[in-house]
């Protein structure tokens, strides 16, 4: 399968690499797509089976950045991808688009709390909000897919990677979450793109995780002299660590389950990725790159967005 992918950050240069290994052919796009010919272009030009959009805007440092950036975070999270669409549907690719499971906030009205795809949004901040723009209005089109995912968890690392955001973090918020472990997520975007799915997907583990589970495992694996205060959610705007209260929430995937897709259970995966990630810690320290993959984060452990 030939596949161009727009993006070219942490998780688009991540799937590149781990589908080329599997032997699909895949082009990262160094085109930023600022209008509908911009990917059509590069479509025309590369004739893709399929389509990959792991562009978008998450802020830096966190998503904090978004709330006075408001037309800087639509163009990358809400016309970004409609161009890419409209594209796709002129040259009939199949477009799969990486949405947020941050559109979600706190528990959901079904009797076991959980989210589901078909249940509409709540999103309160900038970044929630251009997120689920983009989901309404490619939701409605033939031949895109949207593979929702919740705090990307890996055991490569990157500032993007929740166990590197928490572990640089001096103060953390125990919620519990759904979350996305790459690995995972890298062979179900595959198979969504094989099989052509339409419509959303939330791409997360099954079951959900504490904060505190989480750095548990790291103190286990990694740092057993690590340590963190812990804090309610709360204190993160009262303390004046985020400009706005995070999303916290989990997500049930029955559409992957309707397509027989499977993911692990989060806390198996999780515990098989922190093993993973001290061995990479322990590469990485040899090679003497240990900063590398220092957070540019500088608040707390309430930055749990995608």
Same mark, same amino acid.
């Given at each position: ?23 699909? #052919? ?6 930023? =797509? ?5 990917? $059509? ?7 893709? @089976? ?17 709330? @006075? ?25 199949? &477009? ?10 706190? #528990? ?15 999103? !309160? ?15 409605? $089109? ?17 500032? !993007?990677?929740?166990? =590197?955001? &928490?572990? %640089?973090?001096?103060?953390?918020? @125990? =919620? ?13 975007? &595959? ?26 495992? *790291?103190? #286990?694996? =990694? ?11 709360? /204190?993160?705007?009262?303390?004046? $660590? ?6 916290? %929430? #989990? ?16 806390? /198996?995966?999780?515990? @098989?990725?922190?093993?993973? *990630? ?29």
């Amino acid at each position: 399968m030939k596949i161009l992918i727009f993006g070219k950050g942490y998780i688009g240069q991540r799937c590149a690499d781990a589908w080329q290994e599997k032997g699909h #052919e895949t082009i990262v796009s160094p085109v930023r =797509v600022t209008v509908v010919h911009d990917a $059509l272009n590069e479509i025309k030009q590369h004739k893709p @089976d399929v389509v990959f959009n792991a562009a978008g805007v998450t802020g830096k440092p966190n998503v904090d950045w978004c709330e @006075d950036h408001q037309i800087e975070t639509i163009e990358g999270n809400t016309n970004l991808p409609i161009y890419l669409a409209a594209a796709c549907q002129q040259t009939g690719v199949y &477009l799969l688009h990486i949405g947020s499971g941050c559109v979600f906030y706190d #528990e959901s009205p079904h009797p076991d709390k959980k989210w589901r795809e078909s249940d509409h949004a709540n999103p !309160r901040v900038v970044y929630s909000r251009s997120k689920y723009a983009a989901d309404l209005v490619l939701s409605t $089109l033939p031949n895109v897919g949207i593979g929702r995912i919740r705090m990307p968890i890996d055991w490569m690392p990157s500032s !993007r990677n929740l166990i =590197v955001k &928490l572990a %640089n973090y001096p103060s953390i918020i @125990d =919620v519990e979450n759904s979350g996305t472990v790459i690995e995972d997520m890298i062979e179900v975007f &595959l198979q969504l793109m094989e099989k052509r799915a339409e419509g959303i997907f939330h791409v997360t583990n099954p079951g959900s995780i504490k904060h505190r589970e989480t750095m548990e495992m *790291y103190k #286990e694996y =990694v740092d057993p002299e690590w340590s963190c205060e812990w804090i309610d959610n709360e /204190e993160l705007v009262k303390r004046g $660590l985020a400009k706005k209260g995070r999303s916290n %929430n #989990e997500l049930t995937s029955d559409r992957l389950t309707e397509l027989g897709i499977t993911m692990r259970p989060i806390k /198996e995966a999780m515990r @098989d990725t922190m093993q993973k *990630y001290a061995q990479a810690k322990k590469i990485q320290v040899r090679d003497g790159d240990e900063n590398r993959d220092q957070c540019c984060d500088g608040g707390c452990g309430g930055c749990t967005c995608s």
